[in-house]
Structure formats: structure tokens, C-alpha cells
């Protein structure tokens, strides 16, 4: 589902989407409609442009949870202010987008969050997690192994089970197997959630990088 109130981008967004081969179940250019439409479509991953004529894009993700638990939602916006950004993130978003972005970054994004991963434009990746840590005290996680801390750590920085896995050397399997036992350690259900959890925890500092 697209929601956008510039009727000329939520036309091409959703041409896009078509012709990548996603089905795209429904548009609108209002919040308050958006979360009614989404209730009755129930679409799996919902496009959602943050400034909307008349709520705010944290309304409609509020309301898009309760109406449509487990949806996964991707911000579109052309703002990349900060406290945009974390705001939407915050609220529960999947991943945060800028308008400027390419069309293969776009539906790699699309996919990625399909695929329940935390995706963000290049750059505001860091400005998320470089405030949660400013902000968030420094949990340790005694729970959890250096190894599954430090796939944690590239999970809240947005990475792929891929990326990670070539990051640190290891097979796809042993990093989704890090992942699974992380979310039964901390009684999580998802990776959204676990992203969560490690930014609120402070668990990635952006100065700190995995041998290679």
C-alpha cells in the first residue's frame, strides 16, 4: 500500500512497485484514510510518506499498528530532519527513506523490509543510532554472548543477514541461528524489535567496527 498526498509520486511509486512485481492493494493521500483502508486491504508492507495534509505520519503509523498488527511499515519522506527520523522509528517504523533515493535503493529497501530487516538511507542510519546513544543509558547484556552482542550490534545498524555474515566472516545460517537465539534470550519476537532493543540498550556506537 502507498500513501502519499502528491498524487504524481504515489502514482509512480506504485507503478514502480507493479512492475518490480509487488501488488499494490491500495493508495490514498490521507492519514486518517490510510489507516481505514489499510484495515479493510490489510497489505503486508505499507509506503508512508511522513508529512500528510491531515495527520501526522507518527498518527497513521499508531494507528496503522492497531489496525493492522505485524504490518511493516517503510517511510518515504523527503524531511531527513533528526527528530523526523527518530520520531517515526520511535513509533514503529521499519525502515526510514529519503525521497531522493535511487530506484534500485528504493525497491532493495522494499525487499529488505519484506524480509523484516531495519533499512535506512545512508547517513541516517548513524544520526538514529548516534542519538540513541546520546540519549540511552549503557545497558550491558549479560544474557547474551560477544557473538550474538555483536550481530546485534550490525542488526540495529541496519545490516542484511548477509551483509553481516561477510562482515564477520561466518555462513548465512550461523547468523539467522545468532539472531534466533538473541530474540528467545530477550523474549523478542522480531528483528524490528530487536533493533529496538539494542538502540534503547546503547549496544551500537558508531565508532566501533568488527574485525574483519
Not at 508529512?51 to 517503510?74: A, F, Y
Request: a negative charge.
Amino acid at each position: 500500500m502507498v500513501v502519499d498526498d502528491h498524487p504524481m509520486w504515489r502514482e509512480g511509486v506504485s507503478r514502480d512497485l507493479t512492475s518490480a512485481g509487488y501488488e499494490v492493494v491500495a493508495t490514498t493521500g490521507e492519514g486518517r484514510q490510510a489507516v481505514r483502508i489499510a484495515a479493510a486491504a490489510r497489505p503486508d508492507v505499507i509506503v508512508l510518506d511522513l508529512q500528510l495534509p491531515d495527520v501526522s505520519g507518527v498518527e497513521v503509523i499508531n494507528g496503522l499498528q492497531s489496525e493492522v498488527p505485524g504490518v511493516r511499515i517503510l517511510m518515504l519522506s523527503a524531511s531527513g530532519e533528526q527528530q523526523d527520523v527518530l520520531d517515526a522509528m520511535k513509533a514503529g517504523a521499519c525502515g526510514y527513506l529519503l525521497k531522493s533515493a535511487g530506484l534500485d535503493e528504493f525497491l532493495d529497501a522494499v525487499s529488505r523490509t519484506v524480509a523484516g530487516d531495519t533499512v535506512f538511507t545512508p547517513g541516517l542510519a548513524g544520526l538514529v543510532l548516534g542519538e540513541f546513544r546520546r540519549i540511552a543509558p549503557r545497558e550491558a547484556a549479560p544474557k547474551l554472548t560477544e557473538r550474538e552482542t555483536e550481530v546485534l550490534r550490525l542488526v540495529a545498524k541496519g545490516l542484511s543477514y548477509r551483509q553481516i555474515a561477510e562482515r564477520l566472516v561466518l555462513s548465512h545460517r550461523t547468523v539467522q541461528n545468532h539472531v534466533q537465539n538473541t530474540l528467545g534470550k530477550l523474549q523478542l519476537h522480531n528483528r524490528v524489535e530487536l533493533t529496538r532493543y539494542a538502540l534503547q540498550a546503547g549496544l551500537a556506537p558508531l565508532d566501533e567496527e568488527p574485525a574483519p
